[in-house]
Every structure is written in C-alpha cells, then in structure tokens.
C-alpha cells in the first residue's frame, strides 16, 4: 500500500543507498487470536477509517480490495527491475500452513515468517512455519511479551526479528527478553533483528541493545531472482 517505516524492510545497497520497503495486503481484516493480539495496530487503523472488519469471517466481512490495488505491487517490480535491486515488500500478515503453497513448490522470492510473543506461541505456531519450504523462515518476536527459548528450532530458522510494544496501552518488555533471543541467534548464527524497545509511539524507547542497534537481514537469496 505505501512505503513503511517498519525497519526490517529496509534495504542498505552496496553504495549505500537506503532503500525502503513496502507494506501489501490483499485484505483488509484479521481475528484477535491471541494474547499478542490485544492491542493490534491495524484493528486501530481499520476503525479509525470505520471499516468493521475484525472477528470471526462467519460474522464479519473482510475488505478485499480490487484490481487497482493490485497494479501497486507491478509498478514496484518494474522500478526494481530497472534499478537492478529487489525491494522488500511486508504482504498479508496472515499465513495458512496447510494453504496449496504451504508444502509444496514455494517462490523462491518469498520469505515466510510467523509472529511469536509467548513460548506458548512458539510451540503452536513454529513447527507449522517449519513445514514450509521457503529459503528463509523468520520469526516476529513482536510484541514481545516473554521469556523465548527457541533452541528446539533455532537451527531451522533463518532470522528472528523483535520487539517492544507499542502504543497508549504498550505493556513493557524486559530487556532480558530481547537480549537472550540475541544471544541464541548469536550462538546459532542466525541474523537477529532488534526493531525497537516501545513504549507510548514505536520510537519511544529507541532501537539500542546493550549500547548499538542490531540490523542484521539474512543475505539477498537466491541470486539474480529477478530475471
Ligand atoms: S494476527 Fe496480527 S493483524 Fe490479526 S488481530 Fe492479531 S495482531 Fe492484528
């Protein structure tokens, strides 16, 4: 729909041109599923636009949106293939595992992530995200609510990005949460993204982790997906 300020979607060029992402959804509607869920951000915007569009698809309709829409994604491409670099687009929030891409052929082009704030929701949500063969597996450790040992999964994980909440209601992170989540990605080897500390608006509380910011992105892959 626009370019994000979400960070993870931003891209440094080997010239040092900054390149930021974009955020596309095909819908417009989700379901609170959990606790993580409590203060969503796009449940906000939605309302703030008067769409009701949060609950159960049996009550609630979703907003879909049309063609036009569409045409936004085609024009970012070709700008892309011209410049000669991908740009990174943030697209449908909600993933089905056992979806017709979930275990077979996956675009080599799309990385595929699930959100994580509780170990409870590690052990739901992980072992599905590990069915799919994408070349990069992600989790979004956002809001970041608790404690996290990923260690049963670590090593078939590409990146794990987290975060603090935020917004009026933000409930606060210790930062011993996001500082044992870069620790084992350290140990692992896996790139570890820390998008920021929360609090009342998303800079609130800054991005720093024990003194530096933590912007490591999985490399480009595979090559020349462009073509
Ligand atoms: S899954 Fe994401 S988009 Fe859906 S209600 Fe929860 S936080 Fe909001």
Request: glycine share 10%.
């Given at each position: 729909m626009a370019v994000t300020v979400?960070?993870?979607?931003w891209r440094i060029l080997p010239n040092g041109t900054l390149i930021k992402g974009y955020t596309f959804n095909p819908w417009w509607g989700c379901l609170k599923v959990s606790e993580e869920c409590h203060h969503c951000y796009a449940e906000d915007i939605a309302h703030h636009y008067?769409?009701?569009?949060?609950?159960?698809a049996s009550t609630t309709s979703r907003r879909v949106f049309r063609e036009k829409h569409w045409q936004e994604p085609r024009a970012w491409n070709r700008q892309a293939k011209k410049q000669g670099h991908r740009r990174s687009v943030f697209c449908a929030s909600i993933i089905l595992?056992?979806?017709?891409?979930g275990k077979g052929t996956w675009p080599d082009n799309v990385w595929v992530g699930t959100s994580v704030g509780v170990q409870k929701r590690a052990e739901e949500r992980v072992p599905y995200l590990l069915e799919i063969p994408a070349v990069v597996r992600f989790l979004s450790?956002?809001?970041?609510?608790g404690s996290l040992d990923l260690s049963p999964w670590i090593s078939q994980l590409q990146w794990v990005i987290s975060g603090g909440e935020s917004g009026y209601e933000a409930r606060p992170m210790n930062m011993e949460w996001p500082r044992s989540l870069r620790d084992q990605c350290q140990e692992a080897q896996v790139p570890y993204f820390f998008k920021q500390i929360g609090g009342r608006y998303h800079d609130s509380g800054g991005r720093e982790l024990d003194g530096r910011t933590w912007d490591e992105i999985p490399p480009e892959f595979p090559i020349g997906c462009l073509t």
């Open positions: 979400i960070q993870w979607t008067g769409h009701e569009v949060w609950g159960p595992p056992m979806s017709p891409w450790c956002e809001p970041l609510l």
